[in-house]
């Protein structure tokens, strides 16, 4: 994998909003939001990593690429201190990621379930495929990277190739899931993943950052009417929306998890964009969920759920 250039992309893309500062704004106090229910000296702390870090990266900006990245670099080993197994803000997401995190994407997911086998596509750590196996579902993994915890290494996992290639058999779940994965595709990509998902499965559940959050589903109206942040997200263009999400992306897989090496392709899209591509080429999109910034979520951006059915 050549991070360079996907440091140089995610540069480019991130410089268009350098001066944005509501929009820098905006992402922080939505970051900072999720932290509510830590204790005040926790919050203290929470609040000034976050405004160092996100400040950091806003002034690197408007510096070279180098500087951009010596800037990331800094954030990333001296501010969020990735590298320091002991720092409490590491123990604290990594317990939320592996325990409380799994565990509620498995209640959300496990009702649009059909069937006893999962294929899960951007797999990642593989925790949540690893819950499903406990939970004595048939599981499959795949990503284009491996980096697997060890609860999910003696799962099947395949590497998926330039191609998007999965090497799975036709047919051989009834379920895929992509959690927070299709943003991380370009066009092509995403297209012959489609193709995969179309080949290897018979229904397609899927969570994305979304914006253009449209009026006319009774509970995507209920969850804006409970949250005046996602109230403000919405007053934003669409344009902006996707700038927040695009700067809220980078800030929770650079910062929060030190993925640094990862590609950001930010294809965000809005939700009438979504439920176009899931009613067309053999595809019906039979159930919606717009989550929102669910408070209490530490990871939280503007999140949805796509039940899609290959027909
Ligand atoms: C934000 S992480 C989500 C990981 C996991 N699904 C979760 O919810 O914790 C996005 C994942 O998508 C994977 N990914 C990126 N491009 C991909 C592609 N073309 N095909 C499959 N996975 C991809 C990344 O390697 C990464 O593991």
Not at 61 to 75: G, I, M, P, R, W
Request: proline residues 2%; glycine residues 4%; hydrophobic residues 40%.
């Amino acid at each position: 994998m050549n991070t360079t250039s996907y440091k140089y992309v995610n540069f480019k893309r991130l410089k268009e909003i350098h001066s944005r500062e509501d929009i820098f704004n905006f992402v922080l106090r939505m970051r900072l939001r999720n932290y509510e229910s830590c204790s005040e000296s926790e919050r203290k702390e929470i609040n000034s990593i976050f405004t160092t870090g996100i400040e950091i990266l806003r002034n690197s900006l408007t510096k070279s690429e180098e500087e951009f990245d010596e800037a990331v670099q800094f954030v990333v080993s001296k501010v969020f201190k990735k590298e320091d197994p002991t720092f409490w803000f590491n123990n604290f997401t990594h317990q939320y990621r592996s325990e409380v995190k799994i565990q509620m994407e498995y209640d959300k997911i496990k009702p649009y379930l059909v069937g006893n086998k999962i294929v899960d596509i951007g797999s990642g750590s593989g925790r949540l495929a690893a819950k499903f196996a406990e939970n004595d579902y048939e599981v499959y993994t795949a990503d284009i990277i491996d980096y697997r915890a060890d609860i999910a290494k003696d799962l099947p996992f395949a590497l998926i190739d330039d191609n998007s290639k999965i090497a799975y058999g036709d047919k051989i779940a009834d379920n895929s899931l992509v959690i927070l994965s299709f943003h991380h595709m370009d066009n092509k990509t995403f297209e012959s993943t489609i193709a995969e998902l179309k080949r290897i499965s018979n229904r397609i559940i899927v969570k994305e950052d979304v914006f253009g959050i449209p009026m006319d589903n009774k509970q995507f109206k209920e969850i804006v009417d409970l949250d005046p942040l996602l109230q403000e997200f919405c007053k934003f263009s669409l344009q902006d929306q996707f700038m927040i999400l695009m700067l809220s992306d980078y800030v929770s897989n650079v910062f929060i998890h030190g993925r640094t090496d990862m590609s950001f392709a930010f294809e965000f899209k809005s939700i009438p964009e979504w439920r176009k591509i899931f009613n067309s080429d053999g595809l019906k999109l039979v159930d919606e969920y717009l989550v929102g910034f669910k408070r209490g979520k530490f990871s939280g951006s503007c999140h949805a759920y796509f039940v899609v059915d290959v027909i």
